[in-house]
């Protein structure tokens, strides 16, 4: 069926100039972290890019809730088997008291390696081995979802593409040798400390800050040693694949989740740092579904929402902890949203109260009437609520969220209680300090002003910097120095070296020669006495 006539074949070619024309990048996005609040912040990064013209191709594990003309999804889903597993790890950290960052770090280590494995599996499937063993696949750049995925930086170069990372936390000692930021454990305080802006650390914080610095050094390196043989097994039969070394020395820049100049901490970074913190909140919220917008809008007293993030399902509680909270938030006289997976078995009705399985969180906390957040403190929800101007009373449980809420109570945007030790009364009473104290609104509301002033927005930002990379095909000039020199170099300890044998030297020289001046001035005297006593 050979009809091609040439003005077909010009309308072909003139089609293919329009659609895939020098405007639009085709730009893969590896997204494959289990955590669905990652996925929302990549997502959303996808959508920016399709909204102005990119063809992007994703893929996932999770299902993502963006739908997009211009987005394929390439899904490879959990199993049934490991949706269990998944669940059951889910359950066992919401169990455990994790207060403290750095040993819940090492604890759900084990837990995590489930993740991690899936991470590596996805990227040995074929669906994903056709983007770069397809000859006709041309990518102009690849965006990676990063969390402790180092070798999936190995399909970069695969596809001869630039890479840039998304990552969906602030700048932070895991990125140090992919981004080359210099550590500063004097005066940044990391994750876990709470220091109020403008405050220095006292010595006894910076003792503890050196120590956490130095465990994130030895998970690093655990990390490292699993990356490289997954690495070595995804990649290890393509000699001309680099080696795991040199990976991260060939990032563009990397996207970080964070907005130093409102929420601190003060440091230095790297032009290839850009922080784009909020990214996944729209300028202008969406409507509301109507049930969820007819609940609000008859709210007289006002009206909280209760979230206890995506990774942990409600029910993985003890139904303890859940009467608990049913039994205070039913004799409130606000009303409660409640996100709850499970309908049929709710903790209690209440007219007060509204279950759903699914909330636009962000437009709903973008709602007037919504004057409390009771949320897990996942980074994703604490910073909506930043954004709107939203108190939070925060019931951490494990990872990140015991140190996010300790800064968010630190910065006065509300109060933090333990999840697992969850009592009627210091709840309640909470609750009706955070509703009745115009000081912790006040606070978030002068916040929120700051974070969102800014010269060009977070969305503004991923697509200029993203299509900064196409444009110049990768941004080595960016590169920071310091990802190829080692410890010795980069803390100039080979200059203080020299600088110490020189002083020796000049020590002993200078020792050498004034014993010697001694030596001659006390010889004269000697030879005169010689020469008068003959
Ligand atoms: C967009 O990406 C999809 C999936 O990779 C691909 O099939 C399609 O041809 C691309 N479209 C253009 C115009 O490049
Ligand atoms: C680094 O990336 C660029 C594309 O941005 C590519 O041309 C170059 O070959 C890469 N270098 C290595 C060592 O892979
Ligand atoms: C908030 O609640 C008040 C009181 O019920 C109501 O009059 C108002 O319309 C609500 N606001 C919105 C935006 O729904």
């Excluded at 040439?6 to 730009?27: D, E, F, K, R, Y």
């Excluded at 074929?126 to 063993?133: A, P």
Aim: proline share 5%; with cysteine.
């Amino acid at each position: 069926m050979d009809r091609s006539s040439p003005q077909t074949v010009l309308l072909a070619l003139l089609s293919v100039l329009l659609i895939g024309g020098c405007q639009g990048g085709n730009i893969l996005g590896v997204f494959t972290s289990i955590s669905p609040s990652h996925l929302i912040i990549h997502m959303s990064m996808a959508k920016v890019l399709a909204e102005n013209g990119h063809n992007v191709t994703v893929v996932t594990v999770l299902k993502p809730s963006v739908n997009h003309k211009d987005i394929t999804v390439v899904q490879i889903p959990m199993t049934e088997e490991e949706h269990k597993i998944m669940s059951a790890t889910m359950s066992h950290l919401a169990s455990k008291d994790n207060g403290n960052m750095v040993i819940s770090m090492f604890r759900s280590m084990g837990r995590m390696q489930f993740m991690m494995d899936k991470m590596r599996d996805i990227m040995k499937d074929q669906r994903v081995k056709d983007l770069y063993e397809n000859k006709n696949n041309k990518f102009d750049l690849v965006l990676l979802g990063y969390f402790l995925n180092t070798y999936q930086l190995g399909i970069a170069h695969k596809l001869k593409a630039p890479i840039v990372i998304a990552a969906s936390m602030p700048p932070n000692e895991l990125f140090k040798s992919i981004v080359g930021n210099p550590s500063a454990a004097s005066f940044v305080p990391a994750m876990n400390m709470a220091v109020e802006r403008g405050e220095v650390m006292t010595f006894v914080q910076r003792i503890q800050n050196f120590f956490t610095n130095i465990a994130m050094e030895v998970f690093i390196a655990i990390i490292k040693n699993y990356n490289a043989n997954s690495y070595k097994e995804i990649y290890g039969d393509d000699p001309n694949m680099p080696a795991f070394e040199e990976l991260g020395k060939n990032v563009s820049l990397a996207f970080f989740t964070s907005h130093a100049l409102s929420e601190g901490p003060i440091r230095p970074n790297v032009p290839a740092v850009i922080e784009v913190g909020g990214i996944q909140i729209t300028d202008k919220p969406n409507p509301l579904p109507k049930q969820l917008a007819e609940f609000l809008s008859n709210a007289d007293n006002g009206a909280i929402l209760l979230s206890l993030g995506s990774n942990v399902k409600s029910s993985h509680l003890k139904s303890d902890t859940n009467n608990k909270i049913f039994n205070v938030l039913s004799k409130l006289k606000q009303r409660i949203i409640w996100k709850w997976e499970d309908l049929d078995n709710t903790p209690g009705k209440s007219d007060n109260i509204l279950y759903s399985k699914w909330l636009p969180q962000d437009d709903i906390l973008a709602h007037p009437n919504i004057t409390l957040f009771i949320t897990h403190a996942g980074k994703g929800g604490i910073t909506e609520a930043q954004y709107h101007g939203k108190p939070m009373l925060a019931l951490p449980i494990f990872a990140d969220q015991p140190s996010n809420a300790l800064r968010m109570v630190k910065y006065g945007f509300g109060l933090s209680l333990s999840l697992l030790t969850l009592e009627e009364e210091p709840f309640k009473e909470s609750l009706t300090e955070l509703l009745e104290n115009p000081h912790y609104t006040h606070k978030v509301k002068t916040f929120s002003a700051l974070y969102r002033d800014r010269p060009i927005s977070a969305r503004e930002s991923v697509l200029f910097w993203c299509e900064y990379v196409m444009r110049h095909h990768g941004a080595p000039h960016l590169q920071s120095p310091l990802l190829k020199m080692n410890y010795i170099e980069a803390n100039n300890l080979d200059v203080l070296a020299l600088l110490v044998v020189i002083i020796i030297v000049f020590i002993y020289i200078s020792k050498y020669v004034i014993s010697a001046i001694i030596r001659k001035l006390k010889e004269k005297p000697k030879n005169t006495n010689k020469i008068k006593k003959h």
